[in-house]
């Protein structure tokens, strides 16, 4: 990890330049002063005990059972304990800044993932806050309000929001403090809430008989010398009727049971061990295992708290794994422990209708008072605490940009995050309104669920990678357990849930898409980059070239350009042109191979790629240094691709001696956005890329002479049908925008008598040749993919031209704007043309427009099938040029067939010459050259 990378997200060193280890760790030091006690085992604890521990453990007791208790507190650290050991794998693989799970994910999933689960995280933390303040303002209204031992102060919806308001201010300046007097009041709190739970074990052994009556209001038990009865109509009906008692009983209901402590007794063991769902007297609603567990899962998902304060941690590596498994462990025996004590001596009726009944059993009822005080008081400070770090976290990460810019500063002497504080201050402060802790505990519990989901899986994604820089110093992990832990998470959310689960992961495709749109520009290293890699490398090890078949045939494009500064419109036009096949875009570096070519070729490369990200292409770059043009493309020619991924078809521009014309990011912009539509991203596209086009090599000048000769420039097309390769010339390029109406012309001139070097086969013939697969008309070499004898170069030049014009007009700009036209000469006016190239394009499934064209005058030369070998073949295509230019001078596209390449030995001038003649003020024009099989008519 690089010196950048280990910047702290909060607190610690700024700015992006490479610093001395030495010093990052001294400053650390400094900054991060927490130990591994105090820093994790105190607040995870204290977290993890929270509300559940003191409030709703006989809740969850009394109306699941004994059996089921556990089996649920079982499930939940089981799901949370795969949770841990992803969490202590990815921090020993690294330094751990702030930001808790943020940091964890969004450093390992990329800035996607991450930012999404931070916010979900971090609203985790917020509802927490807000749970366990309610936690505390219950237990408080239950000793000191109007129903309870010490009625000193009044109750009331109105007032509990009152005493929820002042503890979470006081939760407020603790936090404003800083995170010293958190850790300091932290061990406080820690200490008063084991000796409390030390009172409550000590009074299961002391305790004696005794039996209690209940203001149905929710007050204190009071000793009675009788037995007393709930059921749901009794709750329900007098809620706030604090005068009830169990004298008011309907005749109807049966009043045999007992609120009591019972002592060690098997009676009341065997009462308290199978479930018995009720009614929740605090929200009037018929319990089942779902809500329950709902409620006690959050009594297992504190394990990030020590996560949360990564940033203030001496070594956070270290701390985080071996602090949380320390808390863990201590809190699953306390928890199971109560649970077995609570069955063997408490009633059920006491369980179902008394949340504080351990302050009512312990022998000095006040220590229990103060450990629920205690407790509840330090889970809020710890997840109001820890969601600011997360925030001030998201904040400096700028993922969501101008939103949160205000929350990511830190202010005085310490360095604290005050706006973010103040700010989860704030929305913890409206959702104490709710005023109901079983209310909030699902939503709780969902969004710590996902938030595990997804530490989870960045686990096991950074596992299967198998990335040789990811060796985590803790060992007890796989991917099964990462990945077992993922399916728990997401599977206990549903099951509990699928309402709440259905919007928690809503969310989080929406926050995920957001991010994705944005595009932040960071470089954390992602996980999804190394699983790519690794999925690819199978599968081209898997993509056999022998296995290759023409019916699954794709354009798969080498285009080599000189300059993206006055290509991008053929750049354009090919990757509209490739339909979903290899595009590759070459350069030829034209230098000896030394040090002052490599430093260009290093430079050179990143721009390549900046400047076809910003412009939406999608294609690899390929750069090659060689002494000549020919040379390079050369090397190009035989190494481009990968496997069974390797070009098929050549690009070249039109030769000529022009001077390059600088189209500018506006040609860019103008190419992008022929789509139409809204572009969210105009602006910043278009700044992105006359910023890279501004790094790119200025064109040629009048004074420097041409790279490519054309010699070389033929030679080049020579090089690619010797290698099989199919060739497209493109000319004109510049105008493909340019010259796009609103509905156009796609035309194709596929040109099937032509002068060449053999008979020419007329279209009758072609039509007959265009058999399915499989037949004995056709050779097996030609029906998969493989090259064509050279002299069926002119069958395989036709179907190219029905071929490229089919794929471009798939595309869906092209298909709503333009019509596809197949140009063919006719002898005279009857239909018999016409009607054979219909044939052949239903044969080959193309939708398109045949229009005939009669030539006039001298140009019946070359209609005659007989004459194969014309004496001035550059009259052919001068005739070829005019009929073109008459029927498609309006076409937004034409191809037709490229003339063909002189052999060795033959000079170059005539080629060039039929080139100049075939498309001359023609549209954008692309000549082709086929050199094996493209189309099928088989299954």
């Known amino acids: 990890m690089s010196a950048t990378e280990k910047t702290p997200l909060v607190g610690g060193l700024s700015g992006s330049s490479p610093v001395n280890p030495t010093s990052i760790t001294n400053s650390a030091a400094q900054q991060n002063k927490l130990s591994t006690f105090f820093g994790v085992v105190v607040p995870c604890t204290l977290s993890i005990f929270s509300v559940i521990l003191f409030l709703r453990l006989g809740f969850v007791v009394g109306q699941a ?86 009625a000193v102060l009044p109750g009331g919806y109105g007032y509990k929001f009152l005493y929820g308001s002042l503890i979470l201010l006081f939760c407020l300046g603790v936090c404003l403090i800083g995170a010293d007097l958190f850790a300091k009041t932290s061990f406080i709190i820690f200490v008063v809430v084991m000796v409390s739970i030390g009172s409550v074990f000590v009074s299961f052994g002391t305790k004696s008989y005794t039996l209690y009556n209940y203001n149905f209001g929710g007050g204190s038990p009071v000793k009675y010398a009788c037995s007393c009865c709930y059921d749901s109509t009794i709750v329900n009906l007098n809620m706030s009727d604090s005068s009830s008692s169990c004298s008011i009983v309907p005749s109807n209901v049966n009043c045999s049971s007992s609120c009591a402590y019972t002592g060690w007794n098997k009676t009341t063991l065997d009462n308290n061990l199978n479930s018995s769902y009720d009614v929740d007297y605090t929200t009037g609603i018929v319990q089942n295992f ?43 025996i306390i928890y199971a422990l109560l649970m077995i004590f609570s069955a063997f001596t408490v009633s059920r009726d006491m369980l179902l209708f008394d949340y504080s009944y351990m302050e009512h059993i312990n022998s000095i009822p006040p220590l229990v008072t103060m450990g629920i005080f205690a407790a509840t008081l330090s889970a809020a400070l710890s997840t109001l605490i820890g969601s600011s770090r997360v925030l001030q976290a998201l904040a400096k990460d700028d993922l969501f ?54 530490v989870n899986f960045a686990c096991f994604a950074l596992t299967v990678a198998s990335a040789p820089n990811f060796r985590p110093t803790f060992r007890f992990f796989t991917w099964h357990t990462a990945l077992l832990g993922f399916f728990g998470c997401f599977t206990v959310m549903f099951y509990i849930n699928p309402l709440y689960a259905a919007v928690a992961v809503v969310l989080l495709i929406i926050l995920f898409l957001f991010i994705s749109f944005r595009s932040p520009g960071v470089h954390w290293g992602e996980v999804s980059q190394a699983l790519i890699y690794h999925q690819v490398r199978k599968y081209l090890l898997r993509l056999d070239v022998r296995k290759e078949h023409v019916k699954f045939w794709r354009p798969q494009m080498l285009l080599l350009v000189a300059n993206p500064r006055s290509s991008y419109h053929l750049m354009s036009f090919i990757n509209d042109l490739k339909k979903g096949g290899l595009y590759v875009l070459g350069n030829v570096i034209v230098s000896d191979y030394d040090e002052q070519s490599v430093r260009l070729y290093r430079d050179q490369l990143p721009i390549w790629i900046d400047f076809v990200d910003a412009s939406k292409l999608k294609a690899f770059v390929e750069l090659t240094i060689s002494p000549s043009v020919r040379q390079g493309a050369r090397g190009l020619l035989t190494t481009s691709g990968l496997g069974g991924m390797k070009p098929n078809t050549v690009v070249l521009g039109y030769f000529d001696h022009s001077m390059p014309v600088d189209g500018g990011p506006s040609a860019c912009c103008q190419a992008l956005n022929k789509t139409g539509g809204f572009n969210f991203h105009a602006k910043e596209t278009t700044e992105k890329l006359a910023e890279v086009t501004n790094k790119l090599p200025c064109l040629r000048t009048e004074e420097l002479p041409q790279l490519i000769s054309p010699h070389d420039y033929v030679g080049i097309i020579q090089d690619s049908i010797q290698l099989h390769k199919n060739v497209l010339v493109v000319r004109n390029a510049p105008n493909l925008e340019a010259s796009m109406p609103k509905h156009g012309t ?22 007959a040749s265009a058999t399915p697969m499989g037949s004995p008309e056709m050779s097996h070499d030609s029906l998969v993919g493989q090259p064509m004898a ?67 005058g001298t140009q019946q030369l070359f209609l005659d099938p007989e004459h194969t070998h014309p004496s001035d073949s550059l009259t052919w295509y001068s005739e070829m040029n005019e009929l073109m230019r008459r029927h498609s001078h309006s076409a937004s596209v034409v191809f037709t067939v490229l003339p063909p390449p002189p052999t060795a030995g033959q000079p170059v001038n005539h080629f060039m010459e039929n080139m100049e003649a075939l498309s001359a003020g023609l549209p954008p024009t692309v000549m082709v050259y086929g050199s094996s099989t493209v189309v099928s008519t088989d299954l």
Not at 304 to 332: E, K
Not at 806 to 824: D, F, N
Request: hydrophobic share 50%; aromatic share 12%; charged share 15%.
């Open 65 to 150: 059972g004994l059996y089921v208790s556990l089996g649920m507190l079982v499930l939940g650290y089981f799901v949370v304990v795969l949770t841990v050991l992803s969490i202590s794998a990815i921090c020993t693989n690294g330094e751990v800044q702030g930001g808790g799970a943020y940091f964890l994910i969004s450093r390992s999933l990329g800035p996607e993932f991450g930012g999404s689960i931070g916010v979900i995280f971090y609203f985790a933390n917020i509802f927490a806050s807000a749970l366990y303040v309610i936690g505390f303002v219950e237990a408080f209204v239950g000793n000191f309000g109007p129903e309870g031992e010490h």
């Open 401 to 454: 940009g101008r939103i949160l810019a205000p929350f990511s500063k830190l202010m005085f002497r310490k360095q604290e995050p005050i706006p973010a504080v103040l700010l989860s201050w704030f929305l913890v402060q409206l959702i104490l309104f709710v005023g109901e802790l079983n209310a909030i505990a699902p939503i709780v519990t969902m969004f710590f669920l996902i938030s595990y989901g997804v």
């Open 746 to 767: 796609i035309d194709l001139w596929p040109a099937a008598l032509m002068p060449g070097s053999r008979p020419r086969r007329s279209l009758s013939e072609l039509v």
């Open 290 to 332: 779902q809500l329950v567990f709902a409620v006690l899962f959050n009594g297992c998902t504190g394990i990030m708290a020590g996560a949360n304060m990564s940033g203030d941690l001496r070594h956070p590596s270290f701390a985080i794994p071996v602090g949380t498994f320390i808390a863990m462990g201590g809190t699953f």
């Open 790 to 856: 050279d002299t069926d170069h002119y069958d395989s030049t036709y179907y190219m031209i029905l071929q490229l014009g089919c794929v471009l007009h798939m595309v869906p700009y092209w298909k709503s704007h333009h019509r596809l036209r197949i140009m063919t000469v006719v002898h005279d006016t009857t239909e018999r043309e016409r009607t054979t190239l219909v044939e052949l394009l239903k044969k080959l499934r193309i939708e398109g427009d045949v229009q005939p064209v009669t030539p006039s």
